[in-house]
């Protein structure tokens, strides 16, 4: 099976990873940090606001099983991409919305998708398109925090919901 591999910054982490994790067709989903200027920071640098990276999943899919306009039609549905640097309660650079691209075929496709939400947005999209840069993995905590604290407060009152939100919208698309 090839693989084909974007990273998306829609808000905190554990919200886009929860709803990946999902998505049929879907085969990984690991949480990180990309795009600032700091090597290999930590969870409490990037929160810090100063190391200019965003809070991102790596998704990888089968293209054969959900093509990339399909994963990002998702990303659209579960986050704000209008607000800048901002998903609700969560406010910081780090939070902003963006997709970055590992080629330029996901950019030329990653455009198209832009145009058409911003669009029905009137416009007010602030999602940031660029190359994936200084990528590192988030720590071992973050990863499938959803899967392995549902009743977190966090979780349960925001993470959920967006999940829920995936599950109704993508019904067809939710692993069996």
């Not at 997709?99 to 416009?123: F, P, S, T, W």
């Not at 071992?140 to 977190?152: S, V």
Request: glycine share 10%; proline share 3%; net charge negative.
């Amino acid at each position: 099976m090839a693989t084909e591999t974007i990273t998306l910054g829609g808000g905190c982490f554990w919200c886009v990873e929860a709803v990946y994790e999902r998505v049929r067709g879907v085969t990984a989903v690991e949480s990180g940090y990309c795009n600032g200027h700091v090597l290999k920071p930590s969870y409490e640098q990037v929160c810090g606001g100063d190391t200019g990276h965003a809070e991102v999943v790596r998704v990888s899919f089968d293209p054969a099983e959900i093509s990339l306009r399909e994963v990002l039609e998702i990303f659209f549905v579960v986050h704000d991409p209008t607000t800048l640097n901002r998903q609700g309660n969560d406010v910081g650079t780090q939070y902003r919305s963006g997709i970055y691209v590992h080629n330029a075929d996901q950019e030329k496709v990653a455009r198209e998708v832009i145009a058409e939400v911003n669009a029905l947005h009137k416009g007010r999209v602030v999602t940031e398109l660029a190359p994936e840069r200084n990528y590192s993995r988030a720590e071992d905590y973050h990863q499938h925090y959803f899967a392995r604290n549902p009743g977190q407060g966090y979780c349960a009152f925001v993470v959920a919901p967006k999940v829920a939100k995936f599950e109704k919208t993508f019904a067809s698309r939710v692993k069996g």
